[in-house]
């Protein structure tokens, strides 16, 4: 369920600024193609606007290469992982096809996109100091990658409308939690307007 939010839940106004900012595309995975469907085209956009005001875009890519790096997820999951080299791993081809480079690509084991990745050395690397999260699942990788982002000093703007996860209550949820203390919240409207009006 994706929607867009973005002025109900809203404590705070800013655009993204296309010179320090990335876009963080995460987990658009076959795994997840029921949920990612209906937000598939407000994802397109999103990365056309970036693509547009000349954002970088990172894709993240969510699997599992041996049982050593399920950590709690398979306890929490059942054992239900996206395994590595398997269908479901990856990346819906609609999305894939936006890819410009395995630079882009950022493999991850568990809901953070900073956990034991490269992104951070990524994103340092080119100056970037804002990222925006679109993607699934709102309320477990997005949240936990735009939440860590924080942390970590980023200024975090986040998809109200290309963002999706298994049911309304817990997408507007994040929505209101991270609206009221972590990040600016976005629809494409407002990117479009925001990095292509000038």
Request: overall charge negative; some cysteine.
């Amino acid at each position: 369920m994706a929607s867009s939010s973005s002025r109900t839940y809203e404590t705070r106004k800013r655009e993204p600024n296309p010179k320090i900012a990335a876009l963080l595309v995460i987990d658009m995975q076959n795994h997840f193609s029921s949920i990612a469907k209906p937000i598939l085209n407000n994802a397109l956009t999103t990365i056309d606007i970036c693509r547009r005001a000349s954002i970088p875009v990172f894709f993240t890519r969510h699997n599992h290469k041996s049982p050593t790096d399920h950590g709690m997820l398979g306890e929490w999951w059942n054992g239900d992982l996206i395994l590595d080299g398997t269908t479901d791993s990856e990346i819906i081809p609609e999305i894939n096809r936006q890819v410009t480079g395995p630079d882009e690509i950022v493999e991850k084991s568990t809901y953070s996109a900073f956990n034991n990745t490269h992104l951070q050395e990524k994103l340092d690397k080119i100056g970037v100091k804002e990222v925006i999260v679109i993607g699934v699942m709102t309320n477990l990788c997005c949240e936990t990658t735009a939440r860590e982002a924080f942390v970590k000093g980023f200024r975090v703007f986040f998809s109200t409308d290309a963002t999706a996860t298994v049911n309304e209550e817990l997408h507007e949820a994040t929505l209101m939690n991270l609206a009221y203390g972590f990040a600016y919240l976005v629809d494409c409207d407002r990117l479009r307007r925001g990095l292509l009006s000038s």
